[in-house]
């Protein structure tokens, strides 16, 4: 839209100021649009600008509720109703990691590695005091007690409620869907990255080096104008993190998601962008890089429809450097969501649609 605009009054080539969102905060790029268009004119530019950034954040006020919690914090979210509406809360790998957020440190659950289904609860002591022969043997004889093949992999995973302190990131997810929604990206993402990746501190780092609350690695924080050095690292300042993860995900990965799904004639519609199975979709690329999803999309899942049946394929699906954490990611979003919805419920004093406001 504001493309459209520059065009109209003839400063096509002021374009690329406000894909960079310097005609903002950057006055001497004002002064030189100001230079070329008469009074009238710029009046008249201007009303039409504020129109249209206020337009990115309004477009997604059907999407937000506002909660008010210990009777004075007022906070937004997004929902997403097709949790429940299709039935993903009953999918057992959500579930799965629902349980291993609450779990503490010290437990661990023995899983079926495909489906998650949960075999057996232990403590990690209990776990760690048998030798591999052992734990091959007692992996062995859960396989005979369920009736499972041979070969079915049987995974460890310990709990993580240390790592997931839910109660500490939800300021900072109404903080970012205000930034994504300015950058005019669904705020959606902002919501499931900050649960997936930072509920419990906004400045960690994954052993892949991804840094910040949107753990983004340094390569794309620097392609997207974040500095990045031995004296300052932008990627642990939350609004120039978030503002790069939006512009990633809506200048990269959904396009990216677009291209790869309509390789097999699957067309995504604007209404299809605010799906719950084409926003999972969007995290895998955010997650795991464009390429090795439509490696796997190619070689391995080869979707024929959209929908819920194309996110659990990808579960089961491996190739290339798409492998188990990568699967997990659209998992992990959609437990966050669940807790999420769950601590709304239990904690607020107040819901209202931002709609209605």
Not at 123 to 147: C, F, G, I, N, T
Not at 155 to 176: A, E, H, Q
Not at 266 to 281: A, C, G, N, Q, Y
Request: aromatic share 10%.
């Amino acid at each position: 839209m504001i493309k459209i605009l520059l065009t109209f009054f003839g400063l096509k080539t002021y374009s690329h100021l406000f894909e960079r969102n310097e005609i903002i905060c950057n006055f001497s790029a004002y002064q030189r649009l100001k230079n070329k268009i008469t009074v009238q004119k710029l009046i008249l530019f201007s009303t039409l600008l504020l129109a249209v950034s206020g337009y990115s954040q309004d477009a997604y006020e059907d999407h937000l509720i506002e909660v008010t919690m210990n009777d004075t914090d007022v906070l937004k979210f997004v929902k997403t109703p097709e949790l429940f509406v299709e039935k993903w809360d009953t999918l057992a790998q959500p579930n799965f990691w629902k349980e291993i957020m609450h779990l503490s440190p010290d437990s661990c659950l023995l899983n079926v590695a495909t489906t998650r289904q949960i075999l057996e609860r232990l403590s990690l002591a209990q776990w760690e005091r048998k030798s591999d022969e052992e734990k091959e043997a007692y992996k062995a004889d859960l396989r005979v007690k369920y009736h499972l093949p041979v070969d079915t992999r049987i995974f460890m995973t310990t709990g993580k409620s240390d790592f997931y302190r839910f109660d500490l990131v939800l300021p900072n997810i109404s903080k970012g869907i205000d930034a994504f929604a300015k950058n005019n990206t669904d705020p959606w993402y902002a919501q499931a990255i900050l649960m997936i990746e930072s509920p419990g501190s906004l400045h960690g780092k994954s052993g892949a080096g991804a840094v910040g609350p949107f753990q983004l690695m340094k390569t794309v924080a620097v392609n997207r104008g974040l500095r990045v050095d031995k004296y300052v690292d932008e990627r642990k300042d939350f609004d120039r993190a978030a503002y790069a993860s939006s512009q990633l995900i809506r200048t990269g990965c959904v396009p990216e998601a677009k291209r790869i799904l309509g390789k097999f004639g699957i067309v995504v519609t604007e209404d299809d962008e605010f799906s719950l199975w084409f926003r999972l979709t969007v995290l895998h690329i955010y997650h795991a890089g464009a390429g090795n999803v439509e490696g796997v999309m190619t070689n391995v899942v080869k979707p024929t429809q959209a929908g819920q049946s194309l996110i659990t394929t990808i579960w089961k699906s491996e190739y290339g450097n798409f492998k188990n954490s990568s699967q997990n990611y659209s998992q992990l979003a959609l437990a966050s969501l669940l807790v999420l919805d769950n601590l709304i419920l239990t904690s607020c004093d107040d819901i209202k649609d931002c709609k209605e406001k």
